[in-house]
């Protein structure tokens, strides 16, 4: 286990023994399949037409209907009408949405309402406010701390975890920002209340949307995952 959750958060036999991995922003068919091939829990497309990583024409449904079922299918959307996100996971067979924007409780509530599992991001900074989390514990599946930065994600900025040694809610979360092969080892001892898995993107690049396999097992193998290899 590699979290120590306090009294309020998920009963430990609702957590994953290991942290889960979600690798982010896949586009292009040879980085999905060499990527899919390393078995992350998580793959996730960024649907955000200003994202340097958005998909636009290049990925089909056809592609991600090709993955393991294994592997959950994540779509990112930054501040997309309901609809829109909803159509977007129908067609492309999308397991959970991530919500990285300015998305409400209510418009969580309405998406896990079709079946979806919603991810609701949050940049962190100095003297985050854990209370404003609360409209949002009931309609969420997991949270996602990222850092703050000039983009809504995908800044490559790594936030001060320590931050999250606070955290009260029950809402297991996700790790994300500016994770590279150099933090596996430290990632791997986390001792951080709800933390359960841990979303990578670009620092494992070769180019915005482009990831190299070589740096993804090099992470997993850092986190002592067997099998990964590049
Ligand atoms: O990656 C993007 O371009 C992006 C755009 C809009 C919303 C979210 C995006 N990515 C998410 O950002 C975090 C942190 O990424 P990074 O490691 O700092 O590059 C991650 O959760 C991505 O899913």
Redesign the pocket.
Known sequence: MQTSAPSQSAAPSDLPSRLLVKV??MREAASLTAVADLEPDFL?F?F?PA???YVGDVLTPDLLQGLPDRVQRVG?F?DAPTAQVQATACRFGLNFV?L?GHETPAQCAELRATGLRVIK?FGVGEGFDFDALGPYVLHCDYF?F??QGP???????VFDWRVLENYPWPVPYLL????RPEHAAVVRNLQLPGLVGI?????LEIAPGVKDPARVAAFLDGLGRPGAAA
């Open positions: 982010c922003g996730g960024i955000a994202s340097p990583r990112v930054v991530q990285h991001a996602l990222d850092a983009a809504p994600g995908g800044n490559g900025r994300a920002g500016g994770l979303d990578l993107n670009s620092g």
